[in-house]
């Protein structure tokens, strides 16, 4: 049996991993523009494993899969065995029997690395308390799209240190670009994470500051996130008053560079960690940044399942 690769964290694949996948990324959203078909996994399976809610996640993997002729399961862990405490190592053993490719969005990092390693198929990761890489896959590409390389640039991060931040690290360090952190007293950034600890390389990459206009000063994308991620609900009150002063609103866009982009992964709450003036304003590219979802997801099912293409 062949090792099959997996995209559990960003650290997966190299920079010229990513670089064919930006540019394959770029095909084949072009051709969806052009209603061009673009089906090279016909007969493909994609099983879809969610422990937590999603929309963004769902309908970009399952019309992905769709759309490169594939098909795709959705599976909810409080309806299948798994909500019953099936053991997360029978379930690879057997999800990877029937089918080619899977998608998990669940709690803890470990349990998709424990999936992956009894799994004869690959495996992505689709939202972990710990890391988000098809949403750090789909703003780089964004970027990019509106901006060029993003190596050399600087990315601020606003708010709580989550697996949104610590994916967004890193990709700085495998591409070459700063990260900004302001967030408050509390809920910086850890650099000795449980587990997966901030590795020299993407240290090397990041300045935290205790003010969000410093933070901002000059950067080429200003992103943020929810104050509460899901899991964490029960500290949703003393987070709401511990971020105040945390807002991404019009003043810290106007600190950031003229051409400043404003990205948000979604679901935002307007008057929390962003102003509506924001993220409904004209440097605001979010509906850019979900729509992206689709494209470099199609790029990566391909690239994992296919390998790169000429
Ligand atoms: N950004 C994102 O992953 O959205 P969903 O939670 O809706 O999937
Ligand atoms: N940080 C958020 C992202 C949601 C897409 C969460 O984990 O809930």
Redesign the pocket.
């Known amino acids: 049996m062949t090792q099959a690769r997996h995209y559990l964290q960003f650290t997966d694949f190299d920079r010229d991993d990513y670089a064919y996948l930006f540019a394959r990324t770029a095909l084949i959203k072009r051709k969806f523009k052009n209603y061009e078909l673009h089906q090279p996994l016909v007969d493909r399976t994609l099983a879809m494993i969610f422990e937590?809610?999603?929309?963004?996640?769902?309908?970009?993997f399952e019309a992905g899969m769709h759309q490169l002729g594939g098909a795709a399961i959705y599976i909810n862990t409080r309806d299948s065995q798994l909500g019953r405490g099936e053991p997360i190592e029978d379930a690879a053993q057997v999800f990877s029997r029937m089918v080619d490719l899977v998608m998990i969005?669940t709690y803890g990092q470990d349990i998709v690395e424990r999936f992956a390693a009894h799994s004869r198929v690959p495996v992505i990761n689709?939202?972990t308390n710990e890391f988000?890489p098809?949403?750090v896959l789909a703003d780089v590409f964004t970027f990019i799209e509106h901006r060029g390389d993003i190596a050399g640039r600087t990315v601020a991060w606003i708010g709580d240190a989550n697996n949104m931040f610590y994916t967004w690290l890193q990709a700085a360090a495998i591409l070459g670009f700063r990260v900004h952190f302001a967030g408050p007293p509390g809920y910086g950034v850890a650099m000795q994470r449980d587990g997966y600890p901030v590795s020299a390389a993407e240290a090397a990459q990041l300045r935290s500051f205790d003010d969000p206009r410093q933070a901002c000063a000059g950067v080429d994308l200003v992103t943020t996130d929810v104050w509460t991620s899901?899991g964490y609900e029960a500290e949703n009150a003393a987070r709401l008053q511990a971020f105040q002063g945390f807002m991404v609103d019009g003043a810290l866009m106007d600190a950031a560079a003229p051409d400043a982009l404003f990205m948000h992964?979604?679901?935002a709450h307007r008057g929390e960690e962003v102003a509506a003036e924001v993220i409904d304003g004209p440097r605001s590219v979010v509906w850019d940044e979900?729509e992206n979802?689709l494209h470099v997801q199609k790029a990566l099912m391909e690239f994992l399942l296919l390998g790169r293409l000429a």
Request: glycine letters at 4%; charged letters at 25%.
């Open positions: 937590k809610h999603s929309t963004r996640t769902r309908l970009s969005r689709g939202l988000h098809c949403q899901m992964c979604l679901p979900a979802r």
